[in-house]
Nanobody, 128 residues
Framework: QVRLVESGGGLVQAGGSLRLSCAAS????????MGWFRQAPGKEREFVAV????????YYRDSVKGRFTISRDNAKNTVYLQMNSLKPEDTAVYYC?????????????????????WGQGTQVTVSS
């Protein structure tokens, strides 16, 4: 069992930055691919970014490429999402998730149902 706790959300003006953190419990964090998803009011939860177990491979949804960066520190059992040049359309609850299944780096999980553990979410609000 893995417990995930997100932090770092808040209210920011358009063009600003936030860094989200997701702290994981347990000794097996380094075995999990880690992802970030988001869910805006009235919309489905959508993939944002994923990072491989080693941190060497990352993927992003097109709308955040060049603005968001996912990273991880396996020694601290933490995954991060650095968000720059934020836009009002980035407003959502952001969730981190862990996938315990093995994936080759070219096929990292990007679908909701592929993930086994979820955090409670942190609200990000971007004002125009």
């Amino acid at each position: 069992q893995v417990r995930l706790v997100e932090s770092g959300g808040g209210l920011v003006q358009a063009g600003g930055s936030l860094r989200l953190s997701c702290a994981a419990s347990g000794r097996t964090f380094r075995r999990y691919d880690m992802g970030w998803f988001r869910q805006a009011p009235g919309k489905e939860r959508e993939f944002v970014a994923v990072i491989s177990v080693s941190g060497g491979t990352t993927y992003y949804r097109d709308s955040v490429k060049g603005r968001f960066t996912i990273s991880r520190d396996n020694a601290k059992n933490t995954v991060y999402l650095q968000m720059n040049s934020l836009k009002p359309e980035d407003t959502a609850v952001y969730y981190c998730a862990a996938d315990q299944d093995y994936h080759v780096s070219s096929d990292l999980p990007r679908l909701f149902h592929e993930y086994d553990y979820w955090g409670q979410g942190t609200q990000v609000t971007v004002s125009s």
